[in-house]
């Protein structure tokens, strides 16, 4: 038999929960092991090989020079190269930092911002560098990267649905919050992948997945908005999140000239 | 005990397991797979209309829907050619000779071939589009005495795409009259180049009021096929295609391949183009 | 099994059931092994879930329902069916949301193939309205009545015990009338309940309910039981004031496939599902393939998907419906006009789930009339 597919799992500007999805995919970590070789994985084992990769899993946004060059080595090292998560796929809550001043921030954040290096915005791994495969969430699904490490081994493509969270809400018997009590959700624009868990608690999608495939967002703030439904400031609060960033997301934005996130609203 | 086709009737969803005989490549990226079904008894039994499709299953993978392109009496197997494009046909261009699938079928509505008794027979293809059509050409060559002349007018992008090459000089040897075309010619090309329309549009040696034409290729190219044929004087109730859509069940239980009023999978492939008219034309349905 | 046929001829005389005894109905049917599902408040809705007592029914409430907004309210009066139908149907107990309908294991000689047999035990319905009992005859059609039946409908519809119950009121969402489906109950139940003041209107509609009956206190109907459920009803069919009208519907709607009202429909339409997925007959669905990481076993799972989402209509050359104008004209035009083609019936009975379930609104009602207003 052929040797195992080399995993690597690499991270930049994020909070580590992604990664850890797989070492929470507990009764099938064994089988995943079985059948990858994983050789790069600094959140889990010290052992750290070079490249070339089969499958470099990428986790985070690009925020430093550092992570400009590094990103485009691990591009050169993999064969696959999947993004994990809202920061990788979108660039993330720090993203908000795109409507800033980041020099500001770094005064008011450290004594000494010279020591700082940094690059004025977050942005998404696919702003860089070819991606095979984004895989969505804040954070991602376990299970879905499952599906995409089972896929890779298979050699097909990953099957993942690009379909409104609704969608998962009505399989699964929720009744819809927006219709039968008034509360703001993004489920109806959001890709799904969560299960559509927060209706399932009668609160309202607030995004994590990112839009979904073709999203009507002009209509959704629209229906949010009228006749004050929804505060304008609760639409902003939805539209800067882990995904605020995402193209479609930042072109409603725009289009709704929404104030910058933290910065003082309109009227 | 239920027999096979009891228990295929009762449960739409049972597969048969078949074994690839053989495979033989066709042109770049396309291959035919024959298929066996493992059991002797059922590859025995089954049978097809020409035009009709199965629904071929890789485990793990998917399923696909895949017209025949020819039956055991031509080698011994039921055969399918395949372009490797999606993810199901990617995992099957990989598989090994002896490797087992699963098969369903076969569905649909095949090519009218009674009704071509006495008329000119035109059959027109684009490319893979001439995989469906193969069995009917089989069959009206397996009996020439019925039909009037039969034409192949076939079109592809380039040379080398042209499909069945041999085979087709055969076919011209039992009578069948064959004009090819391709979009982009190489140098050593020497044939006629252009979309296959413009060879329905040169075509001579046929009754228009007699004639009947089976199309299958890509959508436009049958689109433009049907306008040239009713300017010729066929008719448009003697004008049929074959289309393709999404498909998932194959039984008209899923809903993934709607077409207007039609079920591609049942009230299809092959379809009356005067039935379809006013939806061929329509974008985005 | 033919759907439950109950001609009038063949009905037996209207009795009534205490209101009390309702839970001697509930009661019989789990005696007789069904699993009996019914209105239950959840999520500030009325929904379908299991029942075991008839306190879970959500008496004394009612439902007010425009487009895009449903809200419970209390009733005056603890009526126990006092409300229209709600975000769920039957269809997610007929034709579930997932099933696995095949399995592939690797052996030794091969792969063996093999389908699923379903394991539910058999549902009672208790609660279904007249346009329920429609919806569940259009899918009749399509899983059973056809050249393919679906094994897990055929089955679970075969074993269904039907309880409906006469609407007395209406939403404003409510055009069943539009659609002749009701809002009488006229065939399709094994039992028909209709409720009064102080009981139920109790009717039998086949062999099955009759022989279930037989066990009930039941006492004959009296001239004024009739009356009042006649008024009953009466006030139903006055408060139906949502109005499609169908004529030509086919050719108008096959006829303005380019009508400019699709572009302004795919503004406001997020394209989300909902409206099929609320929809009581809609019966689009995917199979996905679920196997574990050795790929030695894998399982064929279908589950409801809807002409809504992108990837509904993939071919290798590309996305055949890849604007939200298409994909709603997809659903109306199947809904209301090829439906009649492929079954011999519309695909809407009127029930209005889908305007009312749809986040911003949108009424097919509204769409339909502005199509006919000005043709294309």
């Not at chain 3, 995917?286 to 894998?298: A, I, K, N």
């Amino acid at each position: 038999m052929a040797a195992c597919p080399r995993l690597a799992v690499f991270k930049f500007a994020s909070c580590d929960g992604c990664q850890l999805s797989l070492l929470s995919l507990e009764d099938e970590l064994l089988t995943v092991a079985d059948r990858l070789d994983i050789v790069y994985f600094l959140e889990a084992t010290s052992r750290v090989e070079p490249g070339p990769y089969d499958i470099a899993l990428v986790e985070g946004s690009i925020t430093t020079p550092d992570d400009l060059a590094r990103i485009e080595q691990v591009r050169r090292d993999a064969k696959y190269l999947v993004t994990i998560g809202a920061c990788a796929t979108a660039g993330g809550i720090q993203a908000l930092r795109n409507w800033g001043d980041s020099a500001e921030f770094l005064r008011a954040v450290y004594a000494t911002p010279s020591y700082i290096e940094s690059l004025a915005t977050s942005t998404p791994i696919s702003a860089h560098v070819r991606v095979d495969f984004e895989l969505r969430g804040c954070p991602i699904d376990k299970y879905q990267l499952l599906e995409v490490l089972q896929a890779l081994l298979a050699g097909r493509r990953p099957r993942l649905p690009a379909h409104s969270v609704c969608l998962d809400c009505k399989r699964r018997g929720t009744v819809c919050v927006v219709v039968a009590q008034g509360v703001p959700c993004l489920g109806p624009v959001t890709h799904a992948g969560c299960g559509a868990i927060c209706p399932s608690y009668d609160r309202g999608c607030y995004g994590c997945y990112g839009p979904c495939a073709q999203p009507n967002l002009a209509s959704l703030t629209a229906q949010l908005g009228a006749n004050g439904a929804t505060p304008r400031e609760t639409i902003v609060q939805l539209r800067s999140s882990f995904n605020g960033y995402a193209a479609e997301i930042r072109a409603e934005s725009d289009r709704l000239e929404l104030p910058p996130p933290g910065g003082a609203p309109h009227g | 005990m239920k027999t096979a086709a009891a228990a295929i009737a009762d449960n739409p969803w049972l597969a048969q397991r078949a074994r690839i005989a053989r495979v033989t490549p066709e042109v770049p990226g396309v291959a035919t797979y024959h298929l066996r079904l493992v059991d002797a008894q059922r590859h025995a039994q089954y049978a097809f209309q020409p035009g009709q499709f199965n629904m071929l299953y890789l485990p793990g993978v998917g399923e696909v829907a895949i017209s025949l392109s020819a039956g055991a009496e031509q080698q011994g197997t039921w055969d399918h050619t395949i372009r490797a494009a999606g993810s199901v046909t990617r995992a099957l261009a990989q598989l090994p000779v002896g490797a087992e699938l699963g098969l369903r079928g076969p569905y649909g509505a095949g090519w009218p071939l009674t009704e071509c008794a006495g008329r000119d027979v035109i059959v027109v293809a684009g490319g893979l589009g001439l995989a469906p059509l193969r069995p009917a050409i089989h069959a009206l060559l397996a009996e020439p005495k019925r039909w009037g002349r039969i034409h192949l007018l076939l079109g592809a992008r380039t040379a080398d795409s042209l499909l069945y090459p041999g085979e087709r000089s055969a076919w011209e040897r039992s009578g069948l009259a064959a004009q090819t075309t391709v979009d982009r010619a190489t140098p050593d090309w020497t044939g006629n180049v252009g979309v296959v329309p413009l060879l329905v549009d040169r075509l001579a040696g046929f009754d228009p009021a007699r004639a009947i034409m089976f199309i299958c290729g890509p959508e436009v190219m049958m689109r433009y096929t049907i306008r040239s044929a009713l300017k010729r004087g066929i008719a448009a109730e003697r004008i049929w295609l074959s289309l393709e859509r999404n498909m998932q069940c194959a039984v008209g239980l899923c809903g993934h391949c709607q077409f207007g009023p039609a079920f591609i999978c049942q009230d299809g492939p092959v379809l009356r183009s005067d039935r379809i008219a006013p939806f061929l034309d329509v974008e985005g349905l | 099994m033919p759907p439950a046929d109950s001609a009038a001829s063949s009905r037996l005389p209207p009795q009534l059931l205490a209101k009390e005894d309702l839970q001697a109905l509930l009661d019989a049917l789990r005696r007789a092994g069904y699993r009996v599902v019914g209105p239950r408040l959840s999520q500030g809705a009325i929904v379908i879930d299991e029942l075991t007592d008839i306190a879970e029914l959500p008496r004394g409430w009612t439902d007010e329902q425009v487009a895009g907004q449903y809200r419970l309210q209390r009733r005056p009066d603890e009526a126990y069916f006092g409300y229209n139908v709600g975000p769920h149907s039957w269809k997610q107990f007929l034709f579930p949301p997932q099933a696995t309908v095949a399995a592939a294991e690797r052996t030794a000689e091969g792969w063996e193939l093999r389908t699923v047999d379903d394991q539910q035990p058999p549902y009672a319905f208790l609660g279904a309205r007249a346009c329920d009992l429609a919806a569940i005859a259009v899918q009749d059609r399509t899983f059973i009545h056809a050249q393919y039946a679906d094994p897990i409908y055929r089955r679970r519809r075969a074993e269904a015990f039907i309880v409906a119950v006469d609407c007395g009121q209406a939403a404003s969402t409510c055009f069943c009338a539009s659609m002749n489906t009701g809002p009488a109950c006229r065939q399709g139940f094994d039992l028909l309940l209709t409720e009064l003041a102080g009981a139920f209107l109790f009717e039998v509609g086949t062999p099955r309910g009759a022989a279930l009956a037989a066990g009930l206190p039941l006492r004959p109907a009296d001239e004024a039981a009739l009356a009042e459920a006649a008024a009953v009803r009466q006030q139903a069919v006055a408060q139906v004031s949502k109005q499609l009208d169908t004529t030509d519907i086919r050719q108008v709607l096959l006829g303005s496939l380019e009508h400019p009202r699709w572009s302004q429909v795919a503004e406001r339409c997020l394209s989300c599902t909902n409206c099929t997925m609320v929809c009581p007959t809609c019966f689009c669905s995917s199979v996905r393939e679920v196997g574990d990481l050795s790929g030695e076993h894998v399982e064929r799972q279908r589950e409801w998907d809807s002409c809504f989402n992108v990837d509904f209509s993939y071919l290798s050359g590309g996305i055949v419906r890849n604007q939200i104008r298409a994909r709603y004209r997809q659903w109306l035009t199947h809904k209301l006009a090829s439906w009649i083609d492929q079954f011999d019936v519309s695909g809407c009975v009127g029930c209005g789930r889908c305007i009312t379930w749809c986040p911003v609104g949108i009424d097919l009602t509204e769409e339909v009339a502005a199509i006919r207003e000005e043709p294309a």
